[in-house]
């Protein structure tokens, strides 16, 4: 009876494509005020509404109740629903409408106890636990344990036992054991606002832990407080009223819903009619609390599902249907070749993938055997094109136009179901982060065995000794070993290794590598593009490389596309890219990157690219980094195309490509250093990035100090 | 594993051993003593103070405690105030009841809650939406209310069921099944729909996992993805929810007790507070803790059991 308002699942919002745009975007919808997100759902609205309702009328009972709560009508006794008594009479022949509002108050506010005692205890436990250390934590989350483990309702009738039916000293008491349960739900998050860097930086001016706990903790605790509060309202209203049910209300002839619903169940062989109204009122009371609650409670955006729902991948079937109608794919493509043609990527709000765009008209062709890179910063849609090429968008994000053309078939208009037959048969995916890659729950063993007999229709044993094969293929030297670990219990560089052998148990002609290298050691990364390097030489297969490391490009691409916001910016031969690139784009992405500057002409400073990749709801339709461009004038004011750069095949969308090729101009490092601010403050003179100026300024106060 | 067994254990043995010594002070802070109680109104003075002499109530209380904790240990929890039988002897006969109730409660919230919980997550749309809002109405719905009406539908209007009544299972086990039916169900509710929301939220997390991706990558069938490998990843959360849900609708039969006139330790509750039986509270307290602690530490250690890292450490 006594419900635990631990880890409460609300009700999750559906996985939303915001989740998948850059964080910025979604940093506005998090910070909306909560009152806003209150107002949002329809629920939540009649749930304020009613409660307000019930309050207004519960407080001023006696100037409008049409009886007194003792008045009994002997002629109208268990009566229904009747004009001079609304919603009916019990068995004495009182009026059920007066009884219901005028012990309204009463509930609700001794409910109110019971929140603030468990939402008061509850957060200052939290919050002590957070700030106290290790062992104050231990000790607390100990006795809260204990205190979830115990069987709440016998508990509190045992009180009762002792205290007799004092209604607000045990709906404190029930606060007290329910308030374990809310130090459970706001720890996690009184720990993570306790070790935020601004916390970090006030307890090195001094500020005190009960300063920092209150200014700090306490405010970011607000919207869970509020949250929590609304749902364990509900939870007193209907305790509350159990225990009135069984006997343990307030004293008779006083009413109270549970009493009044007792009394109904004895009737409800002659009037059924009594079990309705104060049902409905307590029901709708409760709802209108868990419904503010689950309101404000809602995750702004969940992180998108990997497998979509069913009504999602049902919506996106539809999708498929109609590219595949547009756009009937040519039977004469080569074989193992990729050739993408303006293939666009956006996200579903409204119909799927009309809402903002995350690719536009992206092109690119890969030979077989020959390794692209696709370069870029974060942001800037290479994820979103090379898991395009697998069907792997992530839920709320579809292709809405071009196509994938693989051994004559458009990938792009294929169905989830011909997509199986594809996937790791046919094109197969490598990861940035190997551990999350592979499924925690099983063996290694387990994911490549049973990936290798589905994939090439093996047994059991022949699938182990391939397993075996495989993971000496990629370098493990004790494979056995390994085929028995779970993943937690190897290392990054090693699950790097399983996961392009799983990659590779399908025997892919074409290997899409998502970073494979970002999230390892340097020194592991290196292996790991030695270990691709080789296999391509090996299997003869093709591989899509997305990177942001131009040594990465360096060292394994034949090809390269360089994407931004969205577009490819700049395409063609690796060697004649890196050695004459084209774009300003890739010039600021050499002059940025420590390892493609030789040692010999390794500048002072290495060049910054000021200000950051636009969200993709902000992209223009004129070039799109004209607005972080040292090399913009009014001439980039307009679209602009792809078109041929003049060396070899390649192409650049820059209208002022030609001009800067002839003046051989370099991207240059604009950031004034530090002990030149200084006089540019003082001058008056507007500081090159606004990031920088603060730290000038503190300089100068320091040094005066000094002085 | 055996480390983390022990601390388990022993945790438990301590909560057991609080709730003893809260048992005993509440007991203690009854109003009435022993002999008031046992010899009920009219009773003379002299009388009452050579029962609660017998009864050791003029003893110093820490002397009390151990006599009563020592006799305890031994699964002897005294004599009731109210009829004089052994209070043991009535809980023993009454845990079979409430365990029933509590244990089939449970398991038709677990099978019914992970079912509707994962149809919300995997179908998604429509499906979704109603399952949600029907769990919706039946957490804001009170348990006592749910079950008088499933006694004027189905035991009144139609007498498909029993309307009241408790049949043991040695006596029939078709009229001991028909008789839980309807408690069950009406405990069931409000926990289905609890299971069924953690169900979703886990069910759900677990396909926000990137190796879901790689388990799409590699052609895994969608059955597949969902019942074994996101199913499995779910179940930690899973059965800790279903943990929390038998601590409380083992304390929600009470009323379900109440309800349906079940002799189980819930109405043994209700009865020895309400007629200040000190004897009977403290044993069915005690009683009741260590079947919800006992159950808790084996499904605690079940999800432990259940994933990986910490079944290797």
């Known amino acids: ?92 022949g009182r009026d059920i409408l007066s009884r219901i509002f005028a012990s309204a108050a009463g509930t609700l506010g001794t409910s109110m106890i019971t929140v603030m005692v468990a939402v008061g205890l509850g957060t200052t436990l939290a919050m002590l636990a957070a700030a106290a250390g290790d062992r104050v934590e231990t000790v607390i989350s100990r006795v809260t344990e204990v205190m979830m483990s115990l069987p709440g309702t016998v508990i509190i009738l045992a009180v009762i036992g002792a205290v007799g039916t004092n209604i607000p000293l045990i709906m404190a008491i029930l606060g007290v054991l329910i308030s374990a349960g809310m130090y459970r739900v706001m720890l996690g998050q009184a720990k993570s606002l306790q070790s935020q860097l601004y916390v970090d930086a006030a307890k090195v001016d001094g500020v005190s832990t009960l300063g920092i706990s209150l200014r700090h903790v306490l405010p970011g605790l607000a919207n869970t407080i509020v949250v929590q509060s609304a749902l364990i309202f509900a939870v007193g209203m209907l305790i509350q009223a159990g225990l009135a049910f069984i006997g343990f209300g ?61 009504a999602a991948r049902r919506r996106r079937a539809k999708a498929v249907a109609a590219i595949a109608a547009a756009a009937p794919a040519p039977n004469d493509s080569a074989k193992n070749t990729l050739s993408v043609c303006n293939l666009s990527v956006g996200v579903d709000s409204d119909g799927a993938g009309h809402g903002v765009r995350l690719v536009t008209d992206v092109s690119f062709d890969v030979e077989p055997g020959t390794v692209l890179g696709l370069v870029g910063e974060s ?215 420590p390892h493609a500057n030789h040692a010999a002409d390794m500048p002072e400073r290495l060049a910054t690219i000021s200000g950051q990749v636009p969200q993709p709801k902000d992209w223009p339709s004129t070039c799109r980094f004209a607005a972080r461009c040292q090399f913009a004038g009014s001439a980039c004011m307009v679209p602009v195309p792809l078109l041929p750069s003049g060396t070899g095949d390649g192409l650049v969308r820059c209208v002022k490509a030609d001009e800067l090729a002839v003046e051989g101009l370099d991207w240059v490092a604009t950031d004034v250093p530090s002990h030149h601010v200084l ?28 002085a | 594993m055996a480390l983390f067994i022990t601390k388990r254990l022993l945790m438990a043995l301590a909560t057991v051993l609080v709730v003893a010594v809260l048992a005993f002070l509440l007991v203690h802070a009854m109003p009435g003593s022993p002999g008031a109680v046992s010899l009920g109104a009219g009773a003379s003075q002299e009388a009452i103070a050579e029962v609660n002499q017998r009864l050791g109530w003029n003893d110093p209380l820490l002397a009390q405690f151990f006599t009563w904790l020592g006799a305890a240990v031994q699964g002897d929890f005294g004599i009731s105030l109210i009829d004089g039988r052994s209070v043991s002897a009535d809980l023993a006969s009454r845990l079979p009841v409430t365990a029933s109730l509590a244990a089939g409660a449970t398991l038709l919230s677990a099978v019914l809650g992970i079912g509707l919980g994962v149809t919300a997550a995997v179908r998604g749309g429509m499906a979704d939406r109603v399952i949600g809002g029907v769990c919706g109405m039946a957490v804001a719905l009170p348990a006592f209310w749910i079950g008088i009406i499933f006694v004027y539908l189905l035991a009144v209007q139609s007498s498909v069921f029993p309307a009241t009544g408790y049949v043991p299972f040695e006596a029939s086990p078709q009229d001991w099944a028909l008789s839980l039916a309807l408690p069950v169900i009406t405990l069931a509710v409000g926990g ?112 432990k059991f259940l994933d990986p890292k910490l079944r290797a450490s």
């Open chain 2, 192 to 303: 289905a729909a609890f299971i069924a929301r953690q169900t979703r939220a886990s069910m759900l997390e677990a396909l926000q996992q990137e190796h879901i991706r790689t388990l799409r990558a590699t052609a895994t069938p969608t059955w597949k993805i969902l019942y074994v490998h996101a199913l499995r990843y779910a179940s930690l959360p899973i059965v800790a929810g279903i943990a929390l849900q038998f601590i409380q609708l083992f304390g929600g039969s009470v009323i379900a007790e109440q309800l349906f006139a079940m002799p189980g330790l819930g109405q043994a509750v209700q009865n020895s507070v309400s007629t200040h039986d000190a004897p009977s509270v403290q044993g069915v307290v005690v009683i009741a803790t260590v079947v919800v602690v006992a159950v808790n530490l084996v499904l605690e250690l079940a999800t």
């Open chain 1, 679 to 706: 006089n540019l403050v003082e001058a008056g003179t507007a500081p090159a990035g606004p990031a920088k100026a603060p730290a000038g300024l503190e300089r100068r106060t320091v040094e005066k100090d000094h």
């Open chain 1, 1 to 92: 009876m006594i419900p635990n308002v631990a880890p409460a699942p609300a009700d999750s919002a559906e996985p939303t494509a915001a989740a998948v745009l850059p964080k910025a975007l979604r940093q506005s919808a998090v910070k909306k005020f909560s009152g806003s997100k209150l107002f949002a759902s329809p629920a939540s609205v009649a749930g304020v509404i009613w409660l307000a309702v019930l309050v207004a009328a519960s407080l001023t009972a006696p100037l409008w109740l049409p009886y007194k709560t003792e008045d009994q009508d002997f002629t109208a006794v268990l009566s229904g629903p009747t004009a001079a008594h609304w919603l009916g009479t019990d068995e004495l």
């Open chain 1, 250 to 310: 307030p004293p008779i002839p006083e009413p109270s819903w549970g009493g009044m619903i007792q009394g109904a169940s004895q009737n409800v062989y002659n009037a059924p009619w009594l079990m309705v109204p104060t049902g409905a009122v307590l029901a709708l009371t409760v709802l209108s609390a868990n419904a503010i609650g689950n309101a404000l409670g809602k995750a702004p955006n969940a992180t998108a599902s990997h497998l979509p729902s069913a």
């Open chain 1, 379 to 593: 942001g800037c849609g290479k994820t979103m094109t090379a898991l395009s090429l697998l069907g792997l968008l992530p839920s709320g994000v579809s292709v809405t136009g071009g196509q994938i053309l693989w051994n004559g078939r458009n990938l792009a208009a294929a169905t989830d179901k011909d997509m199986e037959g594809v996937r790791g048969r046919e094109v197969a995916l490598i990861s940035q982060e190997p551990m999350r890659a592979l499924d925690p729950m099983f063996t290694v063993g387990y994911q490549l065995t049973a990936a290798i007999r589905r994939l090439r229709g093996m047994g059991r044993a022949e699938a182990k000794a391939e397993a075996l094969g495989l993971l000496e293929k990629v370098g493990i030297v004790d494979a056995a070993r390994i085929l028995k670990t779970y993943p937690h219990q190897i290392s990054g560089g090693m699950a790097q290794r399983v996961a392009i052998a799983l990659a590779l148990s399908g025997r892919p002609r074409l290997l899409v590598a998502d970073e494979p290298t970002t999230a390892l050691d340097v020194t592991v990364q290196a292996e790991i593009l030695s270990l691709l390097r080789g296999l391509v030489k090996d299997t003869g297969m093709s591989v899509v490389m997305v990177t942001h490391d131009l040594g990465v490009v360096a060292d394994l691409c034949d090809q390269v596309a360089v994407m931004y916001a969205g577009e490819v910016v700049e395409n063609g031969r690796t060697d004649s890219i890196l050695d004459n690139p084209r774009h300003p784009y890739t010039l600021a992405l050499l002059a940025a990157d």
